[in-house]
């Protein structure tokens, strides 16, 4: 079975540039969610979605992060623009149901502000 | 969800049993303990979870104590890929499957 997968692995980018994250999640799997996960600490959610719809985006800072699932199947995480703190490694998870006990994280996206 | 308290960091000798422990002296009747691990430069992968008794699989044991209050992770026989950040989470099993970490164990499993 095919993991989740992300792209790119790694992005540098000036402060106020933009910058969009790509996530497939395993096949079938209904919910996805998006977590930052800064130097030294654990992942913090962002997004999360049942398909196609967002169950919870309450820690996403609407300002500048965005983020979409179309199709219920791949989505982008976007951030515009880019501030120095938003350097961190951002995860892409997904569950088969919103209830499955387990999450099924990619490899991430190292992301570098300058 | 509860909060949960683990040691920054710990050791272990290859080949022995790894012990980490989780303060979780909050939790509710609804929640589960969850372990997850996250080896350098992947993302977290899950490990084991466990609501009162005591459970066990290919990766590893989690021994709940009878109030709750705090449970043991155990890996049986170390080996130096499961140096890793362990992360243990109090959760209610519906609430939306959202996991919050905390800043987990780092295991150093030496030669």
Request: include cysteine; proline fraction near 5%.
């Amino acid at each position: 079975e095919a993991g989740v997968a992300q792209s790119p692995r790694y992005k540098i980018i000036e402060k106020r540039q933009s910058v969009a994250f790509w996530c497939n999640p395993i096949s079938g799997h209904a919910t996805l969610y998006w977590y930052q996960q800064i130097l030294g600490q654990g992942p913090k959610l962002l997004i999360q979605f049942q398909n196609n719809g967002v169950v919870d985006d309450s820690q996403l800072p609407k300002d500048r992060f965005s983020a979409e699932r179309l199709k219920g199947v791949d989505s982008t995480l976007k951030i515009q623009p880019a501030k120095l703190e938003d350097s961190a490694v951002y995860l892409c998870a997904s569950s088969l149901e919103r209830v499955s006990y387990e999450q099924y994280f990619g490899p991430g996206t190292r992301l570098t502000v300058t | 969800d509860a909060k949960t308290t683990q040691p920054p960091s710990m050791d272990c000798a290859e080949g022995r049993a790894a012990n980490l422990p989780c303060n979780h002296s909050t939790i509710s009747g609804n929640e589960y303990v969850y372990w997850y691990r996250q080896i350098h430069s992947q993302g977290p992968q899950y490990i084991i979870h466990g609501l009162k008794n005591n459970e066990t699989n290919e990766m590893a044991s989690l021994i709940i104590t009878e109030d709750r209050k705090s449970s043991t992770l155990i890996l049986p026989h170390a080996t130096l890929r499961d140096t890793a950040v362990y992360y243990c989470i109090v959760r209610v099993s519906n609430a939306g499957n959202m996991l919050t970490f905390g800043g987990g164990t780092r295991l150093m499993v030496k030669p």
